[in-house]
């Protein structure tokens, strides 16, 4: 399992002590502090329910390939690999995968990618479909949880490297 104390954007831009964008990550420890902590609510809770830690990790690894965001495509892979069940939920992290055969998880990806790539045009009837497939309210509010985090990562990530880099 991924270490839980290490700051994961620290680690995926590779910033070291004593550097000018850990110095700026510093000024706001708070922050910094509560985006690690949704980290590990989203992804590693105490109780997984209805989505395993694979299956969070995959649907992780999946959206940071959606906006080509490598360190964390290779972080999400890491943290894929490092569950049981990995190999079952494998093919969710490719973005091109549809879900195949399987009508529940093909919502679910219909969703992530959607509220992803277009999130102005999700609307009630992209929830009212995973009702249909079987999720509940609490399913729902986890997979929004999780879609929201990693999304925020995400550009988190994207405009720290943007600093970094120039």
């Given at each position: 399992m991924a270490d839980t104390q290490t700051d994961v954007i620290d680690e995926v831009l590779g910033l070291k002590p004593g550097s000018a964008l850990m110095a700026l990550?510093?000024?706001?420890?708070?922050?910094?502090h509560l985006t690690q902590t949704s980290y590990k609510a989203a992804l590693l809770p105490k109780e997984p329910r209805n989505f395993s830690y694979a299956l969070r990790a995959a649907l992780a690894a999946r959206m940071a390939a959606l906006w080509n965001t490598q360190e964390l495509v290779s972080h999400y892979q890491a943290l894929l690999?490092?569950?049981g069940g990995a190999d079952a939920v494998r093919?969710?992290?490719d973005k091109s995968f549809d879900g195949g055969d399987d009508a529940r998880l093909r919502a679910i990806l219909a969703h992530v990618d959607l509220v992803t790539r277009q999130p102005r045009a999700a609307t009630r009837e992209n929830i009212d479909k995973l009702y249909v497939v079987g999720l509940d309210d609490r399913d729902i509010v986890t997979l929004a949880g999780i879609i929201a985090y990693v999304n925020y990562q995400i550009?988190?990530?994207a405009g720290l490297r943007m600093l970094r880099d120039h």
């Amino acid at each position: 399992m991924a270490d839980t104390q290490t700051d994961v954007i620290d680690e995926v831009l590779g910033l070291k002590p004593g550097s000018a964008l850990m110095a700026l990550r510093e000024k706001r420890e708070k922050i910094k502090h509560l985006t690690q902590t949704s980290y590990k609510a989203a992804l590693l809770p105490k109780e997984p329910r209805n989505f395993s830690y694979a299956l969070r990790a995959a649907l992780a690894a999946r959206m940071a390939a959606l906006w080509n965001t490598q360190e964390l495509v290779s972080h999400y892979q890491a943290l894929l690999d490092s569950h049981g069940g990995a190999d079952a939920v494998r093919p969710v992290a490719d973005k091109s995968f549809d879900g195949g055969d399987d009508a529940r998880l093909r919502a679910i990806l219909a969703h992530v990618d959607l509220v992803t790539r277009q999130p102005r045009a999700a609307t009630r009837e992209n929830i009212d479909k995973l009702y249909v497939v079987g999720l509940d309210d609490r399913d729902i509010v986890t997979l929004a949880g999780i879609i929201a985090y990693v999304n925020y990562q995400i550009l988190v990530v994207a405009g720290l490297r943007m600093l970094r880099d120039h």
